[in-house]
C-alpha cells in the first residue's frame, strides 16, 4: 500500500490480557520501528529491525513486551498480561534510503490506541 | 544520548496572532531536525523538516531554521487559524545508518477566534 497500515486502530483489554498489534510497513522498506505514545507525552522508541533482524529494543519497557518481523515485512508487537500502564497508542515507522534525494523517506502509522481496563 | 527540549504548554493565540514554539536539541554528529503535528484524533504527521545547518524547512506557512550554533529548531508561523490547534512536537533523528526519532514531549497549540 501507499502507506503504513496498523491494526487494529483501537484495543480495550482486560488487564491481565495479551494483545497483538499489526503493523504493514510500506512496501520495500527495510527499517521498521515500533513507538509508544502516552497520553500527553511524545512517541517513545521500543524497537527497531531491519528486515527481520531486530537490531535494537533496548526502549521495550518490560519483557511483557515482545516484537517480531519474521519475513522482514509485517511485524507484531505482543503485550503479555496487559497492565493499565500499557494503555497507549502505539506507533509503527517504516524507513527506506531514497537514492533519488539521498535522504531517508520516514512514514508513520495511525497508530492502535490499546486500553487496559 | 539524544535529546529533544521544547517549550511547555498550552499555548493559547488569537487568530491571527504569531507563533513561535521553541524547540533545542542534544545530539553528536549532524542530525536531521522535524516538526511533527498532531490533529485532535488523528496521527502524526511530518510538518516541515530540515536535513543540515541553515536550512530553512517550510510548509503550510510555518518555517523553521536549522542552527547548528544554537542547538536550536524554533517553529514560527507570522499569522495562525483556528485550524492550526493541535499538538506540534519537535524531533531529530541521528545521522549514519540507524534512523530512530527521538521526539519533544509536544506543545499544545489552541486558536481562538
Known amino acids: 500500500g501507499a502507506g503504513v497500515s496498523q491494526s487494529p486502530r483501537y484495543k480495550v483489554a482486560k488487564r491481565g490480557q495479551d494483545v497483538a498489534l499489526r503493523c504493514d510497513p510500506i512496501s520495500g522498506h527495510v527499517s521498521l520501528f515500533w513507538y509508544q505514545q502516552a497520553l500527553g507525552q511524545g512517541p517513545e522508541f521500543l524497537t527497531y529491525?531491519?528486515?527481520?533482524?531486530?537490531?535494537?529494543k533496548s526502549g521495550l519497557p518490560s519483557d511483557r513486551f515482545f516484537a517480531e518481523r519474521p519475513e522482514g515485512s509485517v511485524s507484531t508487537l505482543k503485550i503479555q498480561r496487559t497492565q493499565q500502564e500499557d494503555s497507549a497508542v502505539y506507533l509503527c515507522?517504516?524507513?527506506?534510503?531514497?537514492?533519488?534525494?539521498?535522504?531517508?523517506?520516514?512514514?508513520f502509522g495511525s497508530g492502535t490506541r490499546l486500553t487496559v481496563v | 544520548g539524544d535529546s529533544v527540549t521544547q517549550m511547555e504548554g498550552p499555548v493559547t493565540l488569537s487568530e491571527e496572532a504569531f507563533l513561535t514554539i521553541n524547540c533545542t536539541y542534544t545530539a553528536t554528529g549532524y542530525p536531521s531536525l522535524f516538526w511533527y503535528v498532531q490533529y485532535p484524533g488523528e496521527g502524526l504527521q511530518l510538518l516541515l523538516k530540515?536535513?543540515?545547518?541553515?536550512d530553512k524547512g517550510s510548509n503550510k506557512g510555518f518555517e523553521a531554521t536549522y542552527r547548528k550554533e544554537t542547538t536550536s529548531f524554533h517553529l514560527e508561523k507570522g499569522s495562525v487559524q483556528v485550524s492550526d490547534s493541535a499538538v506540534y512536537f519537535c524531533?531529530?533523528?541521528?545521522?549514519?545508518?540507524?534512523?530512530?526519532?527521538?521526539f519533544g514531549t509536544g506543545t499544545k497549540l489552541q486558536v481562538i477566534p
Open positions: 524531533a531529530l533523528r541521528g545521522s549514519g545508518g540507524y534512523q530512530k526519532v527521538t
Open positions: 530540515a536535513t543540515k545547518a541553515d
Open positions: 515507522a517504516s524507513s527506506s534510503y531514497n537514492q533519488r534525494t539521498s535522504n531517508y523517506g520516514y512514514t
Open positions: 529491525f531491519q528486515n527481520e533482524a531486530q537490531l535494537d
